[in-house]
């Protein structure tokens, strides 16, 4: 599995992102992908999760309502609206070991390299 997030960047406040994920090998079409953040000095965080098949989707509560994670054969999408400051930091996509979606990151261990979220007020 080789991952590359991508989509970042700089926006103001309310504005909005679509990050991608990309596996150069597509071999996580079997897998739940996931969606993680970290901020400097902060732990890693979950962020949302999409099952394989697309038809199950995961959200932490701070972004519900506001992101929208999506997939399709060769890529997993993180549509991000209405965002805010506290949304900035770096993201990661992650494979899962599993087919469904989840929240845990030790059920990850596939990272790829993050792409930067940066919004401003």
């Known amino acids: ?6 989509g ?17 090998r597509r071999t996580f079409s079997n897998n739940a ?5 970290q901020a400097p000095g902060k732990e890693r965080e979950f962020v949302a ?9 995961v959200y932490a509560d701070n972004v519900q309502g ?3 994670i999506s997939r ?3 890529k997993v999408y993180l ?13 990661y996509c992650a494979v899962s070991r599993y087919s469904y979606s989840g929240r845990r990151l030790q059920d990850y261990p596939y990272w790829g390299q993050g792409t930067q979220v940066t919004v401003s007020s």
């Open 72 to 74: 399709d054969n060769a």
């Open 66 to 68: 506001r992101f929208t």
């Open 33 to 37: 992908v996931g969606w993680f953040r």
């Open 1 to 6: 599995v080789q991952l590359q997030a991508s």
């Open 49 to 57: 999760s999409i099952a394989w098949r697309g038809d199950s989707t």
């Open 8 to 24: 970042g960047g700089l926006v103001q406040a309310g504005g909005s992102l679509r990050l991608s994920c990309a596996d150069s």
């Open 79 to 91: 549509q991000m609206n209405s965002l805010k400051p506290e949304d900035t930091a770096t993201y």
